[in-house]
């Protein structure tokens, strides 16, 4: 089949949001398409009192115009905000809907409780069209369960992927980290809702007491295997650093990633050259409990904490597909030194236990009482201070290397003699595209 895939944010560019058959559209494709929508939108506006569709309703009728134009069997289309209120709900008869994982975010849009978020991605759920979500919070559930009730659709809670059955054994999955195992068992119960309505019965995995999902197929399971999705659970290793990518920007998505985190890098140490130097390189943006997070991430033993605002590097030639240009850099500033000061915050363990070397059940590299703190103008600077030139991407002849005051090149010390750095990039995706737009760079081409 030929699909068509809607999602946000992006991480690198802007034209990862529209994909055909899983890749984003070309260049020339999404500049076509961009002015066959544009021009139109500009020559009616005066019917709309004179302004233009805001940047994601713009960004969602492209996408639905670009589908149309490559006539695709499939559209896979996320929501951007909520569901009930969000522009991409204009889709009056789906094929299925489905639910993920809920938490507390955009809470002035949405509301500051889990029932009032449930209200509001129930929004989507259609007139007899079926509807699939995971376990859920109690309270989130039962408001789920009502507005399908209301709506007069049928809902269904996916089962564990353990649960589905496959001749060669439990089903493996690309991406790292427990929570992805539910969001994998949706995607399924997706997809074979829409393969079922579309009579194709022959390509279907088995789950023990649930929908009738026929025989096994070696495309399910090696799709499963093969997933990939940057800045989610993403682990990159360049020589003797290794990236731990998580764009984790709620409460929830936050315990799962130093679950994931916690797990993963101590792996790496056990298996290491030596002592490994760990780093966080940390910022949220919006409304975000940026402190409540913060304080998640204690348990992870950090060498170090480092914060940056979403800038990719501090030049005027910074790719505007990632520039936020609602909010000045002073914000920007001002926010990562709050961060910084919860951290210390957090951190404050007392003098009686200064000098010592040990933290929880790992030695740690950095004596309590040395343990700092820094804050960087950007991101390109903050990867080239925690790296200190063992990543060549950071030092090639595309990155300028920005100097930095002898004090702040004196507190790396401790990075300089680790065996291994150990990076974990999180709290917001925007982060971690900025990141990933200087190691990865094929995805800045």
Not at 136 to 143: G, L, N
Not at 340 to 360: M, Q, V
Request: proline residues 5%.
């Amino acid at each position: 089949f030929r699909t068509g895939f809607y999602s946000s944010p992006h991480l690198v560019q802007v034209r990862e949001r529209i994909r055909i058959n899983g890749q984003p559209i070309s260049k020339d494709l999404f500049s076509k398409y961009f002015w066959q929508v544009y021009g139109p939108l500009d020559e009616t506006k005066g019917d709309q009192g004179g302004s233009m569709p805001a940047y994601f309703r713009f960004l969602t009728i492209l996408a639905f115009h670009v589908f149309l134009q490559e006539k695709v069997d499939v559209a896979l289309v996320e929501v951007g905000i909520g569901g009930a209120f969000d522009c991409t709900n204009v889709i009056r008869k789906p094929w299925v809907c489905g639910v993920s994982s809920l938490g507390i975010d955009h809470t002035q849009i949405l509301g500051d409780t889990i029932e009032k978020i449930a209200w509001q991605k129930g929004g989507i759920f259609k007139l007899g069209v079926p509807a699939f979500t995971v376990r859920q919070p109690e309270d989130a559930m039962a408001v789920l369960r009502d507005r399908a009730t209301e709506i007069g659709c049928p809902l269904w809670v996916c089962p564990e992927l353990d649960t589905y059955q496959t001749d060669s054994g439990p089903l493996s999955l690309g991406l790292a980290g427990r929570h992805q195992r539910s969001n994998a068992s949706l995607a399924l119960q997706l997809s074979h809702t829409w393969l079922q309505k579309r009579s194709r019965t022959d390509a279907f995995l088995r789950v023990s007491g649930f929908s009738p999902l026929k025989e096994d197929s070696p495309i399910w399971v090696s799709g499963l295997a093969n997933t990939e999705w940057p800045g989610r659970t993403q682990t990159l290793k360049h020589g003797t650093v290794t990236y731990f990518l998580d764009g984790a920007h709620t409460m929830r998505s936050m315990q799962a990633c130093v679950e994931w985190f916690r797990e993963t890098a101590a792996r790496h140490e056990r298996s290491g050259s030596g002592p490994a130097a760990r780093v966080l390189l940390f910022n949220a943006t919006g409304e975000r409990d940026s402190a409540a997070m913060l304080k998640l991430l204690q348990p992870c033993q950090f060498d170090f904490a480092v914060f940056c605002p979403n800038i990719t590097e501090a030049i005027a030639s910074c790719n505007a597909d990632q520039q936020n240009f609602n909010v000045s850099v002073e914000n920007m500033l001002t926010r990562c030194l709050d961060n910084e000061r919860s951290w210390h915050l957090h951190n404050n363990r007392g003098e009686d236990n200064a000098t010592s070397l040990f933290i929880g059940d790992r030695l740690s590299l950095v004596p309590e009482k040395m343990a700092d703190t820094l804050v960087f103008p950007c991101i390109l600077s903050a990867l080239q201070w925690v790296t200190q030139g063992r990543d060549p991407v950071l030092t090639g002849p595309q990155n300028t290397v920005l100097p930095v005051k002898p004090s702040i090149t004196a507190k790396a010390a401790p990075l300089c003699e680790a065996a291994e750095i150990h990076v974990l990039v999180t709290g917001s995706l925007h982060l971690v595209g900025g990141v990933l737009k200087h190691l990865d760079l094929e995805s800045a081409k």
